[in-house]
């Protein structure tokens, strides 16, 4: 026997006041308007998205809510649907600019100069059931279970300060392989928006990463560090936002064709750990040695292409 969901009537009126007083403090109608929002009749466009933004707190779905009959919406599903597949607004900047509001606006007065602020990548499986009406699902790679699943990767990037994390961006990715996409696809204007998502979500993850830091750093966001994991640690992304004026934190990938420069020649990280001895006494780390990331096919043979680092 199925339960039935339950409804807090309660907290309907504190959800909608903390929602509005978000709105407010954020000027968030305003970073609407800047991302191609506008609505020139009918229903307003604060009604519509501060609904949007209560369902989340509420967690419950328009579907749910008016299949029992307890829909607080002054709108229709058709007004509803419509707006959150609008192609022209750039949902992606939205965020950025939002989150960017909130750390430069809020966070970073409460953050000491001392202390290192980074930004975070990372990638999950983002499944789906109904792939086959799903437009771009793909078979993709979950580094967790170390299979192929149907779906999407998450793509999200994030600020933080060691104490707080805001998420900044998200895009899902799909595959660049045609064969490997087994959702429906549509022919979409290229100039809009819409079409930009879609070509991105079949783009190289590591491409996307430095996609993303791009569009945060253009809309003010400032970090001292980007950290990310294994599958995005390879020499020509290190190189790509040490560039850009940043720092990189990141797990190195023990593989025979990655190679750096240490003590002038090209080594891979086991061959650098077998030319070297662990520290004398109950050290934490078995190695750590200064050496040059660079990939010479990718990044050219000059001084600048090559950037220094510690491989520990």
């Given amino acids: 026997m199925s339960s039935l969901p339950s409804f807090d009537t309660e907290n309907e009126p504190k959800i909608a006041r903390s929602v509005e007083k978000f709105f407010k403090d954020y000027k968030v109608m305003e970073l609407l308007r800047r991302c191609g929002l506008r609505k020139s009749k009918g229903i307003p466009l ?31 599903k058709n007004t509803y649907y419509r707006f959150m ?39 999950s499986l983002y499944s789906r059931t109904g792939y086959k009406k799903t437009e771009l699902a793909a078979k993709v790679f979950d580094h ?3 299979t192929y699943k149907k779906g999407f990767r998450m793509m999200t990037m994030g600020w933080t300060d060691g104490s707080s994390f805001v998420p900044i961006a998200s895009s899902l990715l799909s595959s660049k392989n045609d064969q490997n996409v087994i959702g429906t696809t549509k022919k979409i204007d290229k100039r809009t928006i819409a079409a930009k998502r879609r070509i991105m979500a079949q783009s190289k993850g590591t491409d996307v990463v430095i996609q993303l830091l791009d569009q945060a750093l253009k809309a003010g966001l400032t970090a001292k560090y980007v950290m990310f994991d294994t599958w995005f640690s390879n020499p020509h992304q290190i190189v790509q936002i040490s560039q850009r004026g940043l720092n990189v934190i990141a797990m190195v990938k023990k593989s025979s064709k990655i190679t750096y420069e240490f003590e002038e020649k090209r080594m891979n990280v086991k061959q650098i750990f077998n030319a070297c001895k662990k520290r004398r006494g109950r050290s934490r780390y ?22 220094p680092a510690r491989v520990s």
Wanted: aromatic fraction near 10%; glycine fraction near 6%.
């Fill in 46 to 76: 604060w009604s519509i998205l501060s609904y949007i933004f209560s369902n989340v707190f509420r967690d419950r779905s328009m579907y749910m809510q008016q299949k029992y009959g307890k829909c607080t919406a002054g709108f229709s």
């Fill in 85 to 123: 597949q609008n192609p022209h607004i750039n949902w992606l900047r939205l965020t950025i600019l939002l989150a960017e509001r909130i750390v430069n606006g809020h966070l970073k007065d409460l953050t000491s100069d001392q202390r290192a602020d980074c930004f975070v990548f990372d990638d």
């Fill in 144 to 146: 967790v279970s170390m």
């Fill in 286 to 307: 078995l190695l750590s040695v200064p050496v040059k990331v660079g990939d010479p096919a990718k990044d050219g043979t000059s001084r600048s292409s090559s950037r």
